[in-house]
């Protein structure tokens, strides 16, 4: 993708590989892109759906937001106007925004879709293993919760105890609400 942005005249400002869904906005990576962002930079996005799987209001909101920043959008496979109608005037200016425009939303709501559907097939998976009694979920890390329990009987706050155990306090809050209290006598 890099060599292809460069092949076409692009000069990489930078490259933001996230690992978080996109169908979550408060990406690390994502956030730290939108705050690089110079005008007239373009944010090249290998897919539409490496920007965003957000319903359709919020990915508009997303989009928005690069707008903002006085950036705009591109994606390989999605046709890109931007050029040509920034070379158009009047009503054909118009025209071929609106047209670039809906080509995005468009592939915006194929991309939630397509989110959707996965999630929906991989339920409809998960609830026939359990049918079939296959599925037991994910199995606890017993090691992890002993510790959280050693470091929290000993005396340790949530906040102490998450930082020392490389966990967080609502991992913490939550094994230790499933620990039976130990009675001292």
Same mark, same amino acid.
Request: charged residues 30%; hydrophobic residues 40%.
């Given at each position: 993708?890099?060599?292809?942005?460069?092949?076409?005249?692009?000069?990489?400002?930078?490259?933001?590989?996230? #690992?978080?869904?996109?169908?979550?906005?408060?990406?690390?990576?994502?956030?730290?892109?939108?705050?690089?962002?110079? &005008?007239?930079?373009?944010?090249?996005?290998?897919?539409?759906?490496?920007?965003?799987?957000?319903?359709?209001?919020?990915?508009?909101?997303?989009?928005?937001?690069?707008?903002? #920043?006085?950036?705009?959008?591109?994606? &390989?496979?999605?046709?890109?106007?931007?050029?040509?109608?920034?070379?158009?005037?009047?009503?054909?200016?118009?025209?071929?925004?609106?047209?670039?425009?809906?080509?995005?939303?468009?592939?915006?709501?194929?991309?939630?879709?397509?989110?959707?559907?996965?999630?929906?097939?991989?339920?409809?998976?998960?609830?026939?293993?359990?049918?079939?009694?296959?599925?037991?979920?994910?199995?606890?890390?017993?090691?992890?919760?002993?510790?959280?329990?050693?470091?929290?009987?000993?005396?340790?706050?949530?906040?102490?105890?998450? #930082?020392?155990?490389?966990?967080?306090?609502?991992?913490? #809050?939550?094994?230790?609400?499933?620990? &039976?209290?130990?009675?001292?006598?």
């Amino acid at each position: 993708m890099v060599s292809q942005a460069k092949a076409a005249g692009y000069y990489i400002a930078g490259v933001y590989r996230e #690992k978080a869904s996109g169908a979550r906005a408060d990406r690390p990576e994502l956030l730290r892109l939108i705050s690089d962002l110079q &005008p007239g930079e373009v944010v090249i996005a290998e897919k539409i759906d490496r920007i965003s799987r957000l319903p359709l209001p919020e990915a508009e909101k997303l989009v928005a937001t690069i707008r903002a #920043k006085g950036a705009r959008l591109a994606v &390989p496979g999605i046709v890109d106007l931007s050029d040509i109608a920034a070379d158009a005037e009047g009503v054909a200016k118009i025209v071929l925004e609106s047209v670039q425009e809906m080509l995005l939303k468009l592939a915006r709501q194929v991309a939630r879709d397509d989110f959707e559907d996965r999630r929906e097939r991989q339920r409809q998976g998960i609830d026939r293993a359990r049918i079939n009694g296959k599925y037991a979920g994910r199995q606890a890390d017993t090691a992890t919760h002993e510790r959280i329990v050693a470091l929290r009987t000993g005396g340790n706050s949530i906040a102490r105890t998450a #930082k020392l155990a490389g966990r967080s306090e609502s991992q913490v #809050k939550r094994v230790w609400a499933e620990h &039976p209290a130990t009675v001292i006598t």
